[in-house]
């Protein structure tokens, strides 16, 4: 089970942290990723990353802005996001990666509830 927090309201340029805990035995050896999705828009890949850490991959509008990271004995992902631009608006979820970690690649499955990102001045 996946639980993602930490967002809420900021504006252009600041920068929020994104925390999903996970329950279960199995998230150490997980791949994980997150997706967004904004109102009437369809789901969107933001970030993997692989079960040791050591591979990362971004979507392309996110790429040095945002950070994926995980800390393997919390049982937790993070999602650090800096400059933040009003089209990031949007749910984010957490969820288990499988298949590819890249964009084109990857199958997510069993993400929680999304934790809402709102971008606005």
């Known amino acids: 089970q996946l639980q993602a927090s930490g967002g809420g309201l900021v504006q252009p340029g600041g920068s929020l942290r994104l925390s999903c805990a996970a329950s279960?035995?199995?998230?150490?050896?997980?791949?994980m990723g997150w997706f967004r999705q904004a109102p009437g828009e369809d789901r969107e890949f933001v970030a993997t990353?692989?079960?040791?850490?050591?591979?990362?991959y971004y979507a392309d509008s996110v790429k040095g802005r945002f950070t994926i990271s995980r800390d393997n004995a919390k049982k937790t992902v993070y999602l650090q996001m800096n400059s933040l631009k009003v089209e990031d608006t949007a749910v984010y979820y957490c969820?288990?990666?499988?298949?590819?970690?890249?964009?084109?690649?990857?199958?997510?499955?069993?993400w929680g509830q999304g934790t809402l990102v709102t971008v606005s001045s």
């Open positions: 969820a288990v990666a499988t298949g590819s970690l890249s964009p084109t690649g990857v199958d997510f499955r069993s």
């Open positions: 279960g035995r199995t998230f150490r050896t997980c791949d």
């Open positions: 990353i692989s079960w040791s850490g050591g591979s990362t």
